[in-house]
Each structure stands twice: as C-alpha cells, then as structure tokens.
C-alpha cells in the first residue's frame, strides 16, 4: 500500500475517489483502504471456496473440464 492515504484509497477503489472522501482525515482514508483491502481478499477467498464447492458437485468425469473453464 502507498504511504499516501488517497493514493492508496484510489487503488483499492479502482480509480478517483469523490471530493467528499479526499476531506476525511489521512489516519481514515488509510483504515478505509486496509478495510477494502481485507474484504476484497475475504471476498476472494469466498469465492474460491463455492467454485470449489460447486465443481465438486458435479460428476467426477465433468470435475476437470469445468476447472479447466473456469480457470482453476
């Protein structure tokens, strides 16, 4: 993460942050960006885990084409 507080909040957004953000106190804007940060991974982590469960539903013959497919 950067050492400036917006910098690393328009990264974990993705682009510019509003006006109204860009007010809030440095010591906010960097808590918000770990939070988001640490969601996006739970997020990620989450996701991985119901592809998973989903893949090992299916027939075992259909398990590594799927997986293939969907990149995992």
């Known amino acids: 993460m950067s050492n400036?507080?917006?910098a690393s909040l328009a990264a974990q957004l993705g682009g510019l942050i509003?006006?109204?953000i860009k007010?809030?106190?440095?010591d906010i804007m960097q808590r918000l960006a770990a939070t988001l940060a640490d969601n996006k991974e739970k997020?990620?982590?989450l996701l991985d885990e119901s592809i998973e469960e989903m893949?090992?539903?299916l027939p075992i013959m259909l398990r590594k084409p799927v997986r293939k497919i969907m990149g995992q």
């Open 23 to 26: 007010t809030l106190p440095p």
């Open 55 to 57: 893949i090992s539903q």
């Open 43 to 45: 997020q990620l982590k």
């Open 18 to 20: 509003p006006d109204e």
């Open 4 to 6: 400036d507080p917006a």
